[in-house]
């Protein structure tokens, strides 16, 4: 049972409004966010183009030529659209995710060029690290950044890291990064500011699956590590 | 075969109007940059408003029409060539026999070239949308040397000599006027009023390091009163996000989902195919306004365009 946080509303262009929860990172949010999403989704009016969930917030990107006559006001339609879908959500039971998806991790320095430098900042072993980052189960909090792109979290203090201040120009696929407490992995070759821990060769996207995506939120996702061989054979 | 890349330009793709209803799975939307200029060309053609075109860059690429073709250029200012001597002008339905080549000589303005064919072309679909995902290389064409294009269905009626229709349209967009129209974002009250004041009287230039994902600016640079982080929330085209080096990057088509900086404005829908035409070194200014004016503009816009398709429709229906 569940009761619907406190949101702003505010207008993200002239064809989209967000409900934001806060700036917070926090899973019972997150589940209301995810609830109200599919809530949405089910019905999807035709003037809207996308329903976005992030960590607390979620985003209606509409089309503003569907409403006809000035007299009608997107603004009220969205936010009543939202209204109404919390209305439905409120207590009722959110599932929570009954499997564990495990995922192996080669941490090993040739493939993670942070590897070395974030246990010496933090003032930890490689060990300790593979330990901290694999005895957790990460919530997928929500995809974006890159299609298939899963951002999760919390990652341990000890070796929560902030991101690069400038970006890396190429990011190997299958590249599992830490940025501030969250974690992911790259789907795909790409720029990218996260610190490099390991890599894993499970494919994250396939673009012509049913569910393109291998993490979605409310996902639980355990790492594991695997040595050097295991990864290239 | 129905039109081959004989050479290839900058970058072109085929683009539709974008690949909505996918963002939550951070698949980006894509799409033409300039709307207007895709509608025009589509209209003179008689297709369906949102019916996938070639998105064209500088230098542009050569084209060989291997069949008889209906075809219009609309977008950039450029020189257009059949067999380096026919010069076909933007905005214009031209009937083209097989076995002619079409050629960019010369680009005065703008950044974008759009090529609509009559009844459009067969690309591959992807999640609804034939537009062309660069990074992913999913749906549309990435079009280069050698690459074959077939039309959807080819031209009613046999075309016994290359011509150009006597009537055009225009396009609705004026170039010269450099000002970019947006409403304000969740963090523009972040910054303070001399702030806010050196954002609108500032004037910016388009960086180099502009594309498809956005466009970036050189300017005086302007930052919030305290530093801000975000946690990750959706963006939209026209987004303008505020970067740590206090200058404002605008989302183009190919932006990501979602983003971390703040967001201090949004240009309106209705300005961003002016923008999409604008090229690096070209400055802009921007202007606040209200979304109803914003919405308000779109519709203008909208309207104008429908008024050309129907135009258009009567017209090709009469030859």
């Known amino acids: 049972m569940h009761i619907f946080p406190a949101f702003e509303f505010y207008a ?13 990172i926090n899973v019972d949010v997150n589940r209301c966010i995810i609830r109200l999403f ?26 503003p030529l569907s409403f006809t006559g000035s007299d009608i006001n997107p603004e009220t339609i969205i936010h009543q ?23 192996p991790v080669c941490y090993h320095p040739t493939l993670a060029p942070d590897l070395e430098s974030l246990c010496h900042q933090q003032q930890i072993d490689i060990d300790t690290l593979i330990t901290l980052h694999t005895q957790k189960t990460y919530r ?18 000890r070796i929560a890291t902030p991101r690069h201040a400038s970006p890396r120009k190429q990011v190997p696929a299958g590249s599992v990064g830490i940025a501030g407490h969250q974690t992911g992995i790259y789907p795909f070759e790409s720029p990218g500011g ?3 821990i390991g890599r894993t060769s499970v494919s994250l996207f396939n673009p012509h699956s049913d569910n393109p995506c291998l993490l979605k939120p409310g996902d639980e996702v355990q790492f594991y590590s695997i040595p050097l061989e295991i990864f290239y054979s | 075969m129905s039109i081959r890349i004989i050479k290839k330009g900058l970058l072109d793709t085929i683009q539709d109007t974008g690949r909505y209803g996918y963002q939550h799975l951070g698949i980006n939307p894509t799409g033409v940059m300039d709307i207007v200029s895709m509608r025009l060309a589509n209209a003179l053609v008689g297709n369906d408003e949102d019916e996938a075109v ?25 020189i257009a060539q059949l ?35 009559q009844n459009g072309f067969a690309s591959s679909s992807w999640l609804n949308s034939n537009s062309t995902h660069i990074q992913l290389n999913e749906g549309g064409q990435s079009l280069t040397t050698g690459s074959v294009l077939h039309y959807k269905k080819e031209v009613s009626h046999a075309i016994s000599e290359t011509k150009i229709a006597s009537w055009y349209v225009q396009s609705p967009v004026d170039l010269s006027d450099k000002t970019i129209h947006f409403i304000t974002g969740k963090e523009w009250p972040l910054l303070d009023e001399s702030m806010k004041a050196q954002f609108i009287q500032n004037l910016y230039q388009i960086d180099n390091n502009s594309n498809r994902m956005g466009y970036r600016f050189t300017g005086s640079a302007i930052y919030p009163t305290q530093p801000t982080e975000l946690i990750s929330t959706a963006v939209t085209k026209g987004t303008i996000q505020l970067l740590p080096n206090g200058l404002p990057l605008i989302l183009m088509a190919d932006h990501q989902t979602t983003g971390g900086y703040p967001r201090i404005g949004h240009v309106i829908s209705a300005d961003i195919p002016k923008l999409a035409q604008f090229e690096p070194g070209e400055t802009i200014q921007f202007k606040e306004v209200s979304i109803t004016e914003a919405h308000r503009r779109l519709r203008e816009l909208d309207l104008y365009l429908k008024q050309m398709e129907i135009a258009c429709k009567l017209r090709i229906s009469d030859r």
């Not at chain 1, 109404?84 to 009722?92: C, G, K, L, P, V």
């Not at chain 2, 070639?54 to 200012?77: L, N, Q, R, Y």
Request: proline share 5%.
């Open chain 1, 12 to 24: 993200c262009g002239d064809h989209a409004y967000t409900l934001d929860a806060g700036q917070q």
């Open chain 1, 38 to 63: 599919q809530q949405i989704q089910q019905q999807k009016p035709s003037y809207i183009l996308d329903i976005i969930p992030a960590y607390s917030s979620i985003t209606i990107v509409y089309n």
């Open chain 1, 81 to 103: 659209c939202f209204t109404d879908a919390i209305q439905q959500t409120e207590n009722t039971t959110i599932p929570k995710s009954s499997t564990i998806i495990r995922i």
């Open chain 1, 140 to 157: 997928v909090f929500m995809n974006g950044f890159l299609p298939g792109f899963a951002y999760m979290g919390t990652v341990d203090g």
């Open chain 1, 194 to 196: 996260w610190q490099l």
């Open chain 2, 54 to 78: 070639i998105e064209m860059h500088w230098p542009a690429p050569v084209i060989k029409f291997e069949k008889d073709c209906c075809f219009a250029i609309s977008g950039a200012a450029v």
């Open chain 2, 83 to 117: 067999d380096k001597h026919f010069e076909i002008p933007l905005n214009r339905t031209v009937f083209v026999k097989a076995g002619s080549q079409l050629s960019f000589q010369k680009k005065s303005a703008g950044a974008r070239i759009y090529l609509a064919v």
